[in-house]
């Protein structure tokens, strides 16, 4: 058994279903695997208290690859092949209350809804904003 560097612990196993080239096999997921739950290739297995070297059964979980990632991101943080990154901004409540803030709001030029768009703007889309361009280039406002 070996505790490799980003805190998983590896077991020699060479002639395991699992095993890498090198030998190895993931303990959390031999664990998961001769517990008789499905592995398929491109299956996560997710450990519950986030410790990585605490391989049992009660937790571990067997997740998708998007399922793993929005469960590491609820919980503030995502991790990849290029680091830890933060998130959990608050962007989506903030968002909410600013627009409830500004109440209705339209396109300036055809009048459209435009509750739905970024709280900054205030045209419905590229043509209300071309024709916005133009009628302000023909009246020399600039």
């Known amino acids: 058994m070996s505790r490799l560097r980003d805190g998983y612990v590896d077991v020699w196993l060479p002639a395991h279903p699992l095993a890498r080239r ?11 695997f001769e517990a008789g739950l499905a592995l398929a290739v491109g299956d996560h297995v997710h450990h519950r208290n986030h410790n990585r070297a605490d391989n049992r059964l009660e937790n571990l979980r067997v997740v998708g690859a998007v399922e793993h990632a929005l469960a590491h991101a609820d919980e503030g943080w995502i991790q990849n092949q290029y680091g830890t990154w933060r998130t959990g ?8 209350e600013w627009a409830a803030a ?3 709001r339209h396109c300036e030029v055809c009048g459209r809804d435009i509750n739905g768009r970024r709280l900054d703007a205030t045209v419905c889309g590229n043509s209300c904003r071309i024709r916005r361009w133009k009628r ?3 009246l020399g406002l600039r």
Request: glycine share 12%; hydrophobic share 30%.
């Open 89 to 96: 901004t608050g962007f989506r409540r903030r968002h909410a």
């Open 136 to 138: 302000s280039r023909r």
């Open 102 to 104: 500004l109440g209705d």
């Open 22 to 32: 090198d030998g190895y096999v993931a303990e959390h997921r031999k664990v998961v």
